[in-house]
C-alpha cells in the first residue's frame, strides 16, 4: 500500500460544519452531557483529480471503499492499487463514551463547480456521545452552561509537509446550528437551549506534544440556561417561609425560653433537610453556589436569632423591649335603634373590651432582624437583576437577535477604489439608499438601515472584534472579497422573509429598478442573501465604516 502525494496547498484546510441532532442528557454531579452531533469535514483534494486521470474517470464517477476509509486514510473502490489518500485524522479530545453501534461514519467526492477546479472531499460523521464539561455552578440556580465538544485533528498545524488547520464552514449554505431546539432537547422543562453553535478555533500548547508541534482544534459549544422555577417554588420560596417563621418565637417574653426554642429549632430541623435536597442534586464542588450562600444566610439568621435569646435568657445582655397600648374599645352605629324619622342614622353604640386597654411589648431584636432580613432580599433581588443584565450584554452572540442580513456581492460599477475617500463615501451613501428601498418592497416597512463595506474595512474590524481570524489564512477568515452590505431589520421574522423573497424576485426588481434609472447594470446581480454570522455582530452589524 502506497500513500499519494498531497498536492494541496499546505497545511491543508479543513472547514467543519457541526450540527446538534438531540440533546438527551445534563448531567450535573457527573459534570457530562449527551448529545448526538453531525459533524461535516470537507477539503480540497487534487489528488483524486490526477487520480481520475489515471483511471480514465471523471471525478464524480469515484466511489470512496467506506469500509477500508476511517479518519486516518481514504481509500478509492475498483482501485488496480490501495492508493491511500489523505484524511483529516478528527477525534474528540473531552469525549467521555462512544459505542461504536452509535457512530456512522461516510465520505463523498464531488466534483469542482466549474469542472476546472478540484474536487472536494466530504467527511460526515454521525455520532451519539458523552463529553466530559466542567459546570461553572457559581449562579446556581440562575446559571448559563457552554456545553463543548473539542475537535482536534491528528495532524500538526505546522508540519511542512502535513500540516492541516481546522476552521469553521463559513458558507451561508452549510451553517452550524442546534436542529429544532424546542424539540431535540429531552430536559427542555429544566434548561432553555440557544439555537445557535459557537465554534471556536484554537491551537494546542507546543508543551502538549513530545515533537513541539501545535495541533489545530475547533471547540464547539452550545449554551443552555437553566430555567430557575423548579429551585425557586420548590426550595427557596418555602426556605424563605421557614426561616422568616422563626420571627414567631419573639411573640414570647424573653422569660418564655422553652416556647421560644421549641418554634426556632423545629425551623431550624426543616432547613437542614431543605440543605440535604441540594446537596444531593450538586456535584461535590469546592465553592459555594449561589443557592448554597442563601441556604448559609438561613442558617446564619436561625444561629443568631437562637444565639440572642440564648444571652437574654441568661441574662447576658438586656433584651429591650418597645411597649404600645392596643385601644379595644370599638365604635358602632346602631341602626336598629335609630329612630324611623332620623334619615341621618347618626345614632351610635359604644362596645367596649372587657379587658380594657391592653399593653403589647415587641422586641427590639425582632425590629432589627427582621429589617435586615428584608434588605438583605431587596439586594438579593438587585443583584439578579444586575446578573441578568451584564450576562445578556456580555454574551452578544447568544442573546443577538437575527435581525441582520447579509447581502453580497455588491457590484459597484460606477465607483474605483481609486477615485478617494469622498467619492468612495458617495458610492456608500446611493448604495445603501437603493439596498434600502429595494429591501422595504420584500418586507415593506421592516429594513431600518442598509451599510456598504469595502473588503479591507471589513477585515480590520473583524480582526479587531475577533483577534482569533488572524491565526487563519485570509481565505479562510470569513473576510469578503468584493464589496458586500448588512442590513438591519425591524425583527426577525421580517428578516427571514426578506431572505426568502431575495432569492428570486428581489434580483429582478433591482435589475428592473437600476434600468429603468439608467444607470449601469444591476446593483446586486447574482447576489447571495444569508443571516449575518452572529459571530460578526459586533464587527459588522453593530458598527460602521472607519
Same mark, same amino acid.
Not at 424563605?240 to 416556647?259: C, G, K, N, Q, R
Not at 469546592?286 to 435569646?309: G, P, R
Not at 439608499?433 to 473583524?462: C, F, H, Q
Given at each position: 500500500?502506497?500513500?499519494?502525494?498531497?498536492? +494541496?496547498?499546505?497545511?491543508?484546510?479543513?472547514?467543519?460544519?457541526?450540527?446538534?441532532?438531540?440533546?438527551?442528557?445534563?448531567?450535573?454531579?457527573?459534570? #457530562?452531557?449527551?448529545?448526538?452531533?453531525?459533524?461535516?469535514?470537507?477539503?480540497?483534494?487534487?489528488?483524486?483529480?490526477?487520480?481520475?486521470?489515471?483511471?480514465?474517470?471523471?471525478?464524480?464517477?469515484?466511489?470512496?471503499?467506506? !469500509?477500508?476509509?476511517?479518519?486516518?486514510?481514504?481509500?478509492?473502490?475498483?482501485?488496480?492499487?490501495?492508493?491511500?489518500?489523505?484524511?483529516?485524522?478528527?477525534?474528540?479530545?473531552?469525549?467521555?463514551?462512544?459505542?461504536?453501534?452509535?457512530?456512522?461514519?461516510?465520505?463523498?467526492?464531488?466534483?469542482?463547480?466549474?469542472?476546472?477546479?478540484?474536487?472536494?472531499?466530504?467527511?460526515?460523521?454521525?455520532?451519539?456521545?458523552?463529553?466530559?464539561?466542567? =459546570?461553572?455552578?457559581?449562579?446556581?440556580?440562575?446559571?448559563?452552561?457552554?456545553?463543548?465538544?473539542?475537535?482536534?485533528?491528528?495532524?500538526?498545524?505546522?508540519?511542512?509537509?502535513?500540516?492541516?488547520?481546522?476552521?469553521?464552514?463559513?458558507?451561508?449554505?452549510?451553517?452550524?446550528?442546534?436542529?429544532?431546539?424546542?424539540?431535540?432537547?429531552?430536559?427542555?422543562?429544566?434548561?432553555?437551549?440557544?439555537?445557535?453553535?459557537?465554534? =471556536?478555533?484554537?491551537?494546542?500548547?507546543?508543551?502538549?506534544?513530545?515533537?513541539?508541534?501545535?495541533?489545530?482544534?475547533?471547540?464547539?459549544?452550545?449554551?443552555?440556561?437553566?430555567?430557575?422555577?423548579?429551585?425557586?417554588?420548590?426550595?427557596?420560596?418555602?426556605?424563605?417561609?421557614?426561616?422568616?417563621?422563626?420571627?414567631?418565637?419573639?411573640?414570647?417574653?424573653?422569660?418564655?425560653?422553652?416556647?421560644?426554642?421549641?418554634?426556632?429549632?423545629?425551623?431550624?430541623?426543616?432547613?437542614?433537610?431543605?440543605?440535604?435536597?441540594?446537596?444531593?442534586?450538586?456535584?461535590?464542588?469546592?465553592?459555594? /453556589?449561589?443557592?448554597? !450562600?442563601?441556604? =448559609?444566610?438561613?442558617? +446564619?439568621?436561625?444561629?443568631?436569632?437562637?444565639?440572642?435569646? /440564648?444571652?437574654?435568657?441568661?441574662?447576658?445582655? @438586656?433584651? +429591650?423591649?418597645?411597649?404600645? /397600648?392596643? @385601644?379595644?374599645?370599638?365604635?358602632?352605629?346602631?341602626?336598629?335603634?335609630?329612630?324611623?324619622?332620623?334619615?341621618?342614622?347618626?345614632?351610635?353604640?359604644?362596645?367596649?373590651?372587657?379587658?380594657?386597654?391592653?399593653?403589647?411589648?415587641? +422586641?427590639?431584636?425582632?425590629?432589627?432582624?427582621?429589617?435586615?432580613?428584608?434588605?438583605?432580599?431587596?439586594?438579593?433581588?438587585?443583584?439578579? #437583576?444586575?446578573?441578568?443584565?451584564?450576562?445578556?450584554?456580555?454574551?452578544?452572540?447568544?442573546?443577538?437577535?437575527?435581525?441582520?442580513?447579509?447581502?453580497?456581492?455588491?457590484?459597484?460599477?460606477?465607483?474605483?477604489?481609486?477615485?478617494?475617500?469622498?467619492?468612495?463615501?458617495?458610492?456608500?451613501?446611493?448604495?445603501? !439608499?437603493?439596498?434600502?428601498?429595494?429591501?422595504?418592497?420584500?418586507?415593506?416597512?421592516?429594513?431600518?438601515?442598509?451599510?456598504?463595506?469595502?473588503?479591507?474595512?471589513?477585515?480590520?474590524?473583524?480582526?479587531?472584534?475577533?483577534?482569533?481570524?488572524?491565526?487563519?489564512?485570509?481565505?479562510?477568515?470569513?473576510?469578503?472579497?468584493?464589496?458586500?452590505?448588512?442590513?438591519?431589520?425591524?425583527?426577525?421574522?421580517?428578516?427571514?422573509?426578506?431572505?426568502?423573497? /431575495?432569492?428570486?424576485?428581489?434580483?429582478?426588481?433591482?435589475?428592473?429598478?437600476?434600468?429603468?434609472?439608467?444607470?449601469?447594470?444591476?446593483?446586486? @446581480?447574482?447576489?447571495?442573501?444569508?443571516?449575518?454570522?452572529?459571530?460578526?455582530?459586533?464587527?459588522?452589524?453593530?458598527?460602521?465604516?472607519?
Amino acid at each position: 500500500m502506497q500513500e499519494a502525494a498531497r498536492l +494541496s496547498q499546505i497545511p491543508v484546510v479543513v472547514r467543519v460544519r457541526a450540527n446538534v441532532l438531540r440533546v438527551i442528557n445534563v448531567d450535573l454531579q457527573a459534570q #457530562c452531557f449527551t448529545a448526538v452531533y453531525q459533524l461535516e469535514a470537507s477539503w480540497v483534494a487534487p489528488e483524486l483529480k490526477v487520480a481520475a486521470k489515471r483511471l480514465g474517470k471523471r471525478v464524480s464517477e469515484l466511489t470512496i471503499d467506506q !469500509k477500508k476509509s476511517d479518519q486516518d486514510k481514504l481509500f478509492l473502490a475498483d482501485a488496480p492499487t490501495e492508493e491511500a489518500f489523505f484524511a483529516p485524522r478528527l477525534f474528540l479530545n473531552n469525549l467521555v463514551s462512544l459505542k461504536p453501534e452509535e457512530s456512522e461514519e461516510w465520505f463523498t467526492v464531488y466534483e469542482g463547480a466549474t469542472g476546472e477546479e478540484d474536487p472536494v472531499v466530504c467527511f460526515r460523521w454521525k455520532f451519539k456521545g458523552t463529553f466530559q464539561e466542567i =459546570m461553572e455552578l457559581g449562579n446556581f440556580p440562575f446559571d448559563v452552561q457552554n456545553l463543548t465538544v473539542e475537535i482536534r485533528t491528528g495532524w500538526e498545524a505546522d508540519h511542512k509537509k502535513k500540516g492541516v488547520l481546522l476552521v469553521e464552514n463559513q458558507n451561508a449554505r452549510y451553517t452550524s446550528n442546534v436542529v429544532r431546539p424546542d424539540e431535540c432537547f429531552v430536559q427542555a422543562s429544566e434548561y432553555s437551549l440557544s439555537k445557535r453553535l459557537q465554534i =471556536m478555533p484554537s491551537f494546542t500548547p507546543r508543551s502538549e506534544s513530545a515533537s513541539s508541534h501545535k495541533y489545530s482544534a475547533l471547540k464547539v459549544s452550545m449554551r443552555v440556561e437553566r430555567r430557575a422555577g423548579y429551585w425557586v417554588f420548590n426550595v427557596l420560596h418555602p426556605l424563605f417561609i421557614v426561616t422568616t417563621s422563626m420571627f414567631a418565637s419573639y411573640a414570647f417574653s424573653p422569660d418564655e425560653f422553652s416556647d421560644r426554642c421549641s418554634i426556632t429549632l423545629t425551623t431550624l430541623l426543616a432547613m437542614v433537610a431543605f440543605k440535604y435536597v441540594i446537596s444531593e442534586k450538586l456535584p461535590n464542588i469546592s465553592y459555594a /453556589t449561589l443557592i448554597d !450562600k442563601y441556604v =448559609m444566610l438561613c442558617f +446564619s439568621e436561625a444561629f443568631l436569632v437562637i444565639f440572642l435569646q /440564648t444571652l437574654s435568657k441568661l441574662a447576658i445582655i @438586656n433584651e +429591650s423591649l418597645i411597649q404600645y /397600648t392596643v @385601644n379595644q374599645n370599638q365604635t358602632a352605629m346602631s341602626v336598629d335603634m335609630a329612630p324611623a324619622t332620623n334619615a341621618s342614622f347618626e345614632t351610635t353604640m359604644v362596645w367596649t373590651h372587657p379587658d380594657g386597654p391592653r399593653t403589647v411589648q415587641v +422586641s427590639v431584636y425582632l425590629l432589627g432582624l427582621s429589617s435586615a432580613w428584608l434588605a438583605i432580599h431587596v439586594l438579593g433581588f438587585v443583584y439578579l #437583576c444586575v446578573l441578568f443584565i451584564r450576562r445578556r450584554q456580555r454574551n452578544s452572540f447568544w442573546q443577538a437577535r437575527a435581525t441582520h442580513v447579509w447581502l453580497g456581492p455588491i457590484h459597484m460599477l460606477d465607483f474605483t477604489p481609486e477615485e478617494g475617500a469622498e467619492r468612495k463615501n458617495e458610492a456608500r451613501a446611493k448604495a445603501s !439608499k437603493a439596498l434600502l428601498a429595494v429591501m422595504n418592497d420584500a418586507a415593506p416597512g421592516s429594513a431600518i438601515s442598509a451599510t456598504v463595506w469595502w473588503p479591507d474595512e471589513a477585515r480590520l474590524n473583524l480582526m479587531k472584534a475577533l483577534p482569533h481570524l488572524q491565526e487563519l489564512p485570509d481565505a479562510q477568515t470569513g473576510c469578503p472579497k468584493r464589496p458586500f452590505a448588512v442590513i438591519s431589520f425591524t425583527g426577525e421574522k421580517r428578516a427571514q422573509k426578506a431572505i426568502e423573497h /431575495t432569492t428570486n424576485a428581489l434580483v429582478r426588481e433591482a435589475a428592473k429598478r437600476q434600468t429603468e434609472a439608467g444607470e449601469d447594470g444591476p446593483l446586486i @446581480n447574482e447576489t447571495v442573501p444569508s443571516h449575518l454570522n452572529p459571530s460578526y455582530y459586533s464587527a459588522l452589524a453593530n458598527s460602521r465604516p472607519l
